[in-house]
């Protein structure tokens, strides 16, 4: 199974190191045709703004929304922060880009407040034994989520991680802090 990691901008690079760190192949995922050489697919935190004007100009958008509908071999994707933003069903807030639609959740752009506003947190997530440490940057929060959704992690009562088919979704980066559990869950 190669992975590839959505390298418009962003934090793609921390993404790229716990893959090689678990050992899995992965590529940086910038065109259509890079997609086809990919089973999973990463979209990191970054600028949503940025990435969605990327994933429009490029067609990997596009790309994305085709592939995981693929009844033969569906994409799985996980979107972090930003990745998150664009993967929902509607993202609000200042600026909110235009999203893929591909999970049934709305997600406030920025919600936990600016850089400064940034902080670490530890979460029990379903299906890992220990707490994983994780970073809230410039975060946005799930603020509704549809039916038949797995809500995998709460932070303060509110979804954090959620998960519908093959598409996951997080609000937080543990990427960046040396942690491959979630990773390894995705992929399993």
């Given at each position: 199974?190669?992975t590839?990691?959505?390298?418009?901008q962003?934090?793609?690079?921390?993404?790229?190191?716990?893959?090689?760190?678990?050992?899995?192949?992965?590529?940086?995922?910038?065109?259509?045709?890079?997609?086809?050489?990919?089973?999973a697919?990463?979209?990191?935190?970054?600028?949503?703004t940025?990435?969605?004007?990327?994933?429009?100009?490029?067609?990997?958008g596009?790309?994305?929304?085709?592939?995981?509908?693929?009844?033969?071999?569906?994409?799985r994707?996980?979107?972090?922060?930003?990745?998150?933003?664009?993967?929902?069903?509607?993202a609000?807030g200042?600026?909110?880009?235009?999203?893929?639609?591909?999970?049934?959740?709305?997600?406030?752009?920025?919600?936990?407040?600016?850089?400064?506003?940034?902080?670490?947190a530890?979460l029990?997530?379903?299906?890992?034994r220990?707490p994983?440490?994780v970073?809230?940057?410039?975060?946005?929060?799930?603020?509704?989520?549809?039916?038949?959704?797995?809500?995998?992690?709460?932070?303060?009562?509110?979804?954090?991680?959620?998960?519908?088919?093959?598409?996951?979704?997080g609000?937080f980066?543990?990427?960046?802090?040396?942690?491959?559990?979630?990773?390894?869950?995705?992929?399993?």
């Amino acid at each position: 199974m190669v992975t590839g990691v959505l390298a418009f901008q962003g934090d793609f690079a921390e993404h790229l190191q716990v893959l090689s760190r678990m050992h899995m192949p992965s590529v940086e995922v910038r065109t259509k045709d890079d997609m086809s050489k990919i089973d999973a697919l990463i979209i990191p935190g970054g600028e949503s703004t940025v990435i969605a004007k990327f994933l429009e100009e490029t067609g990997v958008g596009r790309e994305i929304q085709k592939r995981i509908k693929n009844v033969k071999h569906p994409l799985r994707v996980y979107g972090t922060c930003a990745g998150a933003i664009v993967l929902a069903r509607k993202a609000t807030g200042k600026n909110a880009p235009k999203t893929l639609g591909l999970i049934d959740a709305v997600v406030d752009r920025n919600a936990y407040g600016t850089q400064v506003d940034s902080f670490e947190a530890e979460l029990k997530i379903s299906g890992i034994r220990k707490p994983v440490p994780v970073a809230f940057i410039r975060a946005p929060k799930i603020v509704s989520v549809g039916k038949g959704l797995e809500i995998l992690s709460r932070f303060r009562g509110e979804p954090v991680l959620i998960r519908q088919g093959n598409v996951m979704i997080g609000t937080f980066h543990a990427e960046v802090r040396d942690c491959t559990d979630i990773h390894r869950m995705f992929l399993a």
